[in-house]
């Protein structure tokens, strides 16, 4: 290297150092707007470097169109460890630029479209990307992740459990291990779900993927009825990542179930504020029901509906969240309408169950039932499931099956839920006493 | 292995910054949040990929052979809570083929377990300083099980059980005297051979920014070494020849050829139960030659030649012609004007495919690494496949020449590969023909990086300790345990503010040396 060319990189280096220092300066001023920080997750090392190298390699060189794939595919995962959507655009931006580049047969790019069509929820999409990377990566693992998660989420069991197979036959490891669990657990097969996070945890290096098996196998157990196996996976996790928001509210949730509301209630207090997504205010909202706060609760319900118009505004829509949210308030027909929403488009067995409960909170009993029919069609030992079949049974005035399902809910998990396994215990005493 | 141009780490100071710019630059969310079911997708998995082989006539004791396989590219130094474990889920594999026929003939199979005494009440390495294996201070330790599986006789032996692994370097303040840590794990093999198993400094080394710059048309940028710094997880076996060459006899028949694999446990979803749920094994990573996805495999097939075993080579026309008809001569003619040698190029065949030999065509008139050459060698069963070939009778030599065979000097790679030989440089060399026609004088300077930023050392295993000091300083300093996430980890723009300042104080280091007039290799 000249000594000239030495010269002007030491300077470079220097004006980058300052550039740096500026931004790093109004980036720590308070921002303009009141939107809470929603980055999480402060150890994603593997993931930060494939992202800087990737953007090295584009400064150097910008016509390419692999790397520009890796650096989408890698915003997405960005997003999924933070929760953060703003990845998403930036995803799409690095995503679409690539396919801009190589039009034709570019499979990373596909891949990563997939994944970011998954993690929109358009699953038709991602299937439909997935299905054209496939043509060009046959032999790729990731493309087997994006079809295996777009089929399990379009209810399509058949063509997920084939993904997955391909995918664990091509790379057995944490990404394949994690997706055999849900596979799993989805089809009632506890143990072999645990057995296949164990075997992710033992795979998994980066500190992310490790508090997500973590996270896994907490839940694993919480929604086994293992409280204490829970509490002990969640705080391994924490071990590993001190602020990883699933994790604090696995620790929230055993706290609840072990009846400390209120360090319950401070846990999501603390996560609201962390992460305004649907699903913890959501929770939050109910535990404040519990404890008989019903004012607070009306404000993380407010909450939510802000996230949702900020979602609709940007064109996307979570109708399974949104009829869950509304059955939890009692709104029985916006509870329906959004099931019947989501139902149009997809139809697996969670969106049965959410279908059921909304006709059941209807007064439509017997159409109820066919979707709880539905929603255990692949065995899934979920207590939630369970109470929702029970509670239909009940009003259709079939006692004795009602008892066995709500008995069945209670025994899988005592703690589903702080208000309906109430509600469960309650509706059992009633029906035992009638009976 | 993940291809080395991927998986390269790019000069951290200038990737950083653009990072942190892009985070900065984040506006407020849109669309979905996602949900906590999403599983990783394209989640690394280092512990097991193959990054380099390397198979050499001992220099100390030239009777014997020794091989050396390394894994888990990019090893930060310091890297806590868990530093870097073999998997135990895992078989790590060398193979010998001696017969030619592309099928492993030996497999020495490092298979580890852990035992981790940490408990649920702390995610440290160790507890205070650890002065030997043993030490109860030490509460992560591997161990291994090293056998020979015989794949003619169908018969598995046992070399070593309970092979201690030397403990990834935590650092100078935890483990004072790592030599002492690291001799006490190099372990006797049966046979008059040994072994050892454990962290060493990376000791590839090459600018992996010209592969990036020849696909991209510019040969401005070199002279740096991509992976100085960083360390890998090594398996090195040395054995006597007779050992690994056919029928014994390494007289008759010199030729070995050799590649690393790994092979995991995978799990089935079809036919779901308890005691079903253990699915096949899995080739994950294949390693022979160097470069071998930067030069020879095309970018769609990467995860399926991983996959593939050394017999299934010819199968795959993609990959076959991407050997007779190489892309990277025809893309250095359209920038440099140097011509491209002539197709098909059976020089290249013999180099990657069959061995030097002048028993499979006139391409090189010389014969040196193919079983072909073995006098026990049927050439009826004969196979072409990807390997890394070594002829064992050649002496080692008192002046090794870093371009090997290309410079004259019959001891190094293509034949083998040493751990000094210059694999990039005789790579580039080689796809430009210079097995024929000689060093291609206006790429003679190749990628600028001749040697190891580290001296090997003289006796088995040859590597060097694991680098001791943070690649990227700017963000973990000093030497003791610094685990990820550990509480009060920074916030984004506290880390960009100290890498900020960091650069500044880097680029008035450079200027300064500079100034003074020190090369300053690793800007």
Redesign the interface.
Known sequence: MSARSARARALLVVGLGVGLLVLSVAALLPPATSTPATVAGGSTSTLDRRISAAQARLARQEQDPRTWAELGAAYVEKARITANPAYYPKAEGALRKSLAQQPDGNGPALTGMGALANARHDFAAARSFGEQAREVLPDTAEVYGVLTDAYTQLGDTEAATAALQRMLELKPGVSSFTRAAYEFELHGNVDDARHALDRALADAIDPADIAFCRYRLGELAFDNGDIDAAGRHYEAGLLVVPEDPPLLQGRAKVAAARGHTEEALAGYRDLVSRLPNTQYPQEYALLLTFAGEPENAERQYALIEQQEQLQAASGATDDLAASLVAADRGDAGQALERAQAEWSRRQPVFVADALAWALHLSGRDVEALTYADHAAGTGWRNATFFYHRGMILAGLGRDAEAVTALTEALRINPHFSPVEARTARATLANLRGAG | MLSRR???????????????????G???????????????????????DNTDVYAFVSPDRPDTVTLIANWFP?E?PNGG??FYPW???AHYDINIDNDGDAKADLTYRWDFRTDDRRG?A??LYNDGQVTSLDDPNLLFRQFYTLSLLNRDSGSTATLVSNGKVVPSRVGNGSMPDYWQLRDQSITAVPGGGQTFAGQSEDPFFLDL?VF??L????LS?V?QDTVAGYNVNTVALQVPKSALTLNGNATRNPVVGVWSDTE???????S???QQ?S??K?Q?SRLGNPLVNEVVVP???K??FN?MLPEQDGTVPALVNRVTNPELPVLIQRIYGIPAPPTPRNDLVEIFLTGITTKSGPAISLDLNSQLNNADVDPARFVPSEQLRLNTSIPPTANPNRLGVLGGDLQGFPNGRRLADDALDISLQAVEGAAVSGIVAPLAAGDQVDRNNVPFGSVFPYITLPNNTAVNRTLFDGDTVAP????N??????L??L??????????V??RR?SRGIA?QT?
């Not at chain 2, 696909?215 to 510019?218: C, H, L, P, S, V």
């Open positions: 991927r998986a390269a780490v790019a000069l951290v100071a200038v990737g950083s910054t653009v990072l942190a710019t892009a985070l900065v984040l506006s407020s969310g849109s669309a979905v949040a996602s949900s906590h079911r999403e599983a990783p997708l394209i989640s690394s998995d280092p512990p097991v990019f930060e809570p868990t998997a135990t889920d649920n702390t995610f920014r990036d710059l696909y991209g048309g510019n940028e002279g995991r446990f995978s799990l089935t979803v079809r779901p139960g308890s749920s699915g096949a899995v994950v970018a769609g097939l995860d399926r996959s990820f996430g550990w509480p980890f920074p916030t984004m723009p506290t960009t503010g890498l900020a300042v960091a650069l500044i104080g880097s680029g008035v450079l200027f500079q300053w800007a």
